[in-house]
């Protein structure tokens, strides 16, 4: 399959495995490009710049294809390394960001300057426009169904994708509540040009993370899933647990009054415990409804090759049946 997405970063489907903290490990990466998509370091999982050009250098040992970075920026009182995460992406040889958070602007002279593609992911189409504005190559709209951060705007992919294709020019991928080949086939057709998965991702042989964690996104359904720190204006989406309960009963009393430090105890240092130990319940972790559509673990090619495959069917087969 051929979009203006898989010509833009030399890949094969036009899919994309977005960051996720403690799970875009260099393996999770290298097995999506080895696959034929895009795979996606992420950035500040490994603490220090050093640490990123050590992962990006051993996911080049797993892989020649083409592979991306996550550029994470968090509103944080002590921001991370970015100039020195820039850096290790530059000196890596690494030619594609995918940045997220906030607006990328002031990174995007240095990465141009290297021939570093940049996709910016966001969740409205005010942001999307901007992000053509100031030069990012394409981006990934990220629609309210989204594991993570939805944004505070609440607008399902059904309505934010089709309204960024009326304003867009650049390509972009549709992002949150993408999972096989029916997603595949309605993203194309609500005008994006290609797909970005997370949570799909997470459910696969190679995803370097706890089995526990593969086997409760295969149990969970769609209603499992839960909007945390809305009063703070932090919207995540997670898979509901007795510590994101714990959590919500806590926004529920304390209203507006609401402060970081009061759900410290479930949010904070919560992914490697997760993800590494496996203790599912450790607190709240992102996660997308699209949890209600993954039934398998299956190996990364697999996914991805049924994926467009499945979804060629579709457009040969049921939809050019309609007309
Ligand atoms: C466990 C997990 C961790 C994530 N961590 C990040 C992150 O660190 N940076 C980021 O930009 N997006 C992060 N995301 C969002 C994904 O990159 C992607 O945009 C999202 O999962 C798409 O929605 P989906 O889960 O419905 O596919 C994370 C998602 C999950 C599920």
């Not at 390394?81 to 995007?108: M, S």
């Not at 942001?127 to 053509?132: G, P, Q």
């Not at 609401?258 to 993800?275: H, N, Q, R, T």
């Not at 709240?284 to 949890?291: H, K, L, R, T, Y």
């Amino acid at each position: 399959m051929k979009t203006r997405i898989t010509e833009l970063f030399g890949i094969e489907h036009p899919i994309v495995q977005g960051g996720m903290h403690y799970v875009g490990f260099a393996e999770m990466a290298a097995a999506v490009s080895e696959a034929g998509g895009l795979g996606v370091i992420t950035g500040l999982t490994q603490r220090t710049p050093e640490g990123l050009s050590k992962e990006i250098a051993r996911c080049r040992e797993m892989t020649d294809k083409p592979f991306g970075v996550n550029l994470t920026f968090l509103p944080a009182v002590t921001p991370p390394d970015y100039p020195g995460f820039v850096q290790a992406i530059i000196e890596g040889g690494v030619k594609i960001v995918e940045t997220a958070g906030n607006n990328p602007q002031k990174w995007l002279p240095m990465l141009k300057e290297h021939g570093i593609k940049v996709i910016h992911k966001c969740t409205s189409v005010r942001h999307s426009l901007k992000a053509e504005a100031i030069g990012c190559d394409a981006v990934s709209v990220d629609g309210f169904e989204c594991g993570g951060h939805p944004g505070e705007d609440d607008v399902p992919n059904m309505i934010l994708l089709p309204r960024a294709a009326e304003e867009l020019t650049i390509p972009f991928v549709a992002s949150g509540g993408m999972a096989n080949a029916r997603s595949l086939v309605a993203a194309l057709a609500l005008g994006a040009d290609g797909i970005n998965m997370g949570t799909r991702f997470i459910a696969t042989q190679e995803a370097p993370v706890h089995e526990n964690v593969k086997r409760a996104i295969v149990a969970a359904s769609e209603l499992d899933t839960r909007l945390i720190m809305r009063p703070l204006r932090n919207t995540e989406r997670v898979l509901d647990n007795p510590a994101v309960e714990r959590l919500l009963e806590k926004e529920r009393t304390l209203g507006a009054a609401l402060k970081f430090e009061d759900i410290i105890g479930e949010v904070a240092g919560v992914y490697p415990k997760v993800m590494t130990d496996g203790d599912v319940e450790a607190g709240a972790w992102s996660c997308g409804m699209v949890v209600g559509l993954i039934h398998d673990i299956p190996t990364c090619k697999a996914l991805l090759e049924g994926i467009v495959s499945e979804a060629e069917a579709i457009i040969k087969g049921r939809l050019a049946g309609f007309v």
